[in-house]
């Protein structure tokens, strides 16, 4: 299946996907990464790794459809089966999410409902919690609110700072946001209302 990951900054998701297919983890194809920023390092690994890196510059688009249809048509010249969001920092629109319903995933540094938005990692550290973790949601029309892939915990240690509590909660990301893409591209991700059932996997 053709994916697109979508980044804004880092990319080290976007690296771990590279790597579990390199490692034959995942049976996928990336056909591009896409940013919305010109500096992101993902455009670089992009690159290192001889796949197309898509600088789109939201500037340079009267409107925020204007510039998804940019997008559209990236992924439709490239047959994109899914869509992997990996720290992109862009809402997508209604517009949009409605082309790809249930073909969009996102990734959150948190356990939704808890700690939705930009702060995750700092919010659950400053309210105290124990526990937090990791989400992998399919993207719906609002932010971080879509239906639960994926979660995995995360114990909050004493001393931990926002950089390692982060640092422990990448880890998980990268083993799991492979193994929810290749979920979805067995076909096993069935979505029934909120409820993301995953076949051949007992609730008990
Ligand atoms: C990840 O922590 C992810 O949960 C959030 O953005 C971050 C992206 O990190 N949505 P990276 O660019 O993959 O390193």
Not at 13 to 18: D, F, H, S, T
Not at 141 to 166: H, W, Y
Not at 182 to 192: A, E, M, N, S
Request: aromatic share 8%.
């Amino acid at each position: 299946m053709n994916i697109a990951v979508f980044c804004s900054g880092k990319g080290t998701n976007l690296q771990a996907v590279i790597d579990a297919i390199k490692q034959k983890r995942l049976k996928a194809r990336i056909s591009f990464v896409l940013s919305d920023n010109k500096s992101a390092y993902a455009l670089v690994r992009a690159i290192k790794n001889n796949i197309p890196a898509v600088f789109i510059d939201p500037e340079r688009f009267k409107s925020r459809k204007l510039y998804e249809d940019e997008i559209i048509k990236h992924l439709k010249n490239h047959n994109v089966g899914l869509i992997v969001l990996a720290g992109f920092m862009r809402v997508l629109s209604k517009y949009f999410v409605r082309q790809y319903k249930n073909r969009i995933m996102n990734i959150h540094p948190a356990l939704l409902p808890s700690f939705p938005g930009r702060c995750a990692v700092r919010d659950a550290l400053r309210y105290g919690v124990k526990v937090t973790g990791v989400t992998i949601h399919f993207v719906d029309e609002r932010v971080d609110s879509g239906p639960v892939i994926l979660q995995s915990a995360v114990k909050v240690l004493t001393n931990d700072t926002d950089e390692t509590l982060l640092e422990r909660i990448h880890k998980k990301e990268h083993i799991l946001y492979p193994e929810a893409i290749q979920l979805f591209i067995d076909g096993r991700l069935d979505v029934k209302g909120r409820e993301v059932i995953v076949r051949g996997v007992s609730s008990g």
